[in-house]
């Protein structure tokens, strides 16, 4: 499967020239699979609830959708983006798939960032799986690549690649993906943005380094810190369906599921 | 807290040549805690089950054990060594921790790597803590890595360091150490072996690189590939104990247990 990330830099506020932009990239790349960064065509730095509810759509609705399906459809592919999403329960930080039969399939961020909190409700998406052509894809947005049970529960669900839009600040995560794919055996798209954003006093700087690992952590590509740029990768799913270490270690079928019960447990906050 | 590793060449069948090695590495740096290889003492390459019993001992018994508890009586430390255990249901690679007072310790390694599962039965040991002086510990064997239910268990007991004894033949694991110390704010000591062993048709090289991490996955000090060391580093505890990422964010009190159902499910083998 040829798939995609695209890495560039939003304008805040400019959800037409961000959606301009993206085309054009995608345009350049053909692909049968793009990941796009969370957020991509509003910008991350809200300040406001208002600026939040003017940026969202309804799923399946608004012109990023329109846009962005219609692509699909005539170029025969899918994308994953992230957007501000409107529901009736209030705002998610979430992301869609859409392909070029006109299905769409939503997950809403479970693990919220920083203030993420101030304006976005926690995300209430089982972590399931989309079936496209031959292979099972899961989404997980940005800070869920902390918690290895976000990764884990897609693998187990039976993810060959996790489609992974980001808006990341913090140097971490890019090698943390290697272990994600390491303990998983699949496959991992990272699409991330560049640039500062400033807004009032808050502000970031996004770190780059968009990247693609195969199933054993070895990093197919990684992008820049600082450039807009679409890569594509031919990737063998049959891959990630193997997980096998060797002919006496299976991955998943090693673990040891009666010894793992702390799993369950919640903690709030600082630990006992 | 003053920890070690010893980094060491174990020499297949000569436990009290390896057992004097160690123990003079350990007295020419002093520590509150040591962490050996896996197997320090009998090596790793069994070929028969009559080898694996005639290398194994009881806890609490046998040449290994009284050296070690004499050790930590004398020196007033702790110290956890990989042996092979002699238990009434048949043999277990093992880890013990001892201390001064006399206290020990057992873990049963519960992901065997490869042809382990020949000679050693899968480990039945909760992935609790031991509490240590003002720290708690928790201890894992080598493939124990990969599955990052063990470290998180460990982790949600409360354990501030992960005493990780391991015979690394792979060259995933020292990398996906820091992710394990990133997603768990933990410290972690990964004490390996270094050299060849060959034994009959089989054999390993292992791959040193014994290393210790902080509690935000940057590495304090990781050895070469194949010398012999002994590497003691101060670390602060209550780092551990703080697992806030910024004002909002919190590892533990941030999981949302109720979206990971997937994680306690069994599945043989190749996923379907």
Redesign the interface.
């Known amino acids: 499967m040829q798939v995609a990330f695209v890495q560039m830099e939003p304008r805040f506020g400019y959800p037409e020239a961000n959606l301009e932009k993206v085309l054009a990239m995608m345009e350049s790349k053909p692909a049968e699979l793009y990941v796009l960064p969370e957020l991509f065509a509003s910008g991350y730095v809200f300040i406001s609830p208002d600026e939040v509810a003017k940026a969202a759509d309804k799923v399946g609705d608004g012109l990023v959708y329109r846009t962005i399906a219609d692509f699909a459809k005539a170029r025969k592919c899918a994308v994953i983006y992230g957007f501000p999403e409107k529901a009736s329960e209030g705002y998610f930080n979430s992301s869609l798939f859409v392909d070029e039969f006109g299905n769409h399939k939503l997950y809403r961020k479970?693990?919220?960032?920083?203030?993420e909190?101030q304006y976005f409700l926690?995300g209430n998406?089982?972590?399931g799986t989309i079936a496209y052509r031959d292979t099972k894809l899961g989404m997980m947005i940005c800070?869920d690549w902390?918690?290895?049970?976000t990764a884990?529960?897609l693998?187990?669900?039976?993810a060959d690649i996790i489609c992974h839009p980001v808006n990341l600040v913090m140097s971490?995560c890019q090698?943390?993906m290697?272990?994600?794919s390491?303990?998983n055996r699949i496959f991992t798209i990272t699409a991330n943005r560049i640039g500062e954003e400033k807004r009032g006093d808050k502000g970031f700087k996004f770190t780059g380094k968009s990247q693609i690992t195969d199933c054993?952590?070895n990093v197919i590509y990684r992008a820049d810190v600082d450039k807009e740029e679409i890569f594509t990768a031919d990737i063998n799913i049959e891959d990630a369906?193997?997980?096998?270490?060797?002919?006496?270690?299976?991955?998943?079928?090693?673990?040891?599921?009666e010894?793992?019960?702390?799993?369950?447990?919640?903690?709030?906050?600082?630990?006992?």
Chains 1, 2 share one sequence.
Do not use: M, W
């Open positions: 479970i693990h919220l960032f920083f203030e909190k926690p998406s089982p972590l800070f902390i918690f290895p049970e884990r529960c693998a187990l669900a039976g971490y090698d943390s290697k272990t994600r390491i303990e054993e952590g369906r193997n997980k096998r270490v060797n002919d006496l270690n299976d991955l998943f079928g090693d673990r040891r599921v010894y793992y019960n702390r799993l369950g447990e919640t903690i709030d906050g600082i630990h006992q």
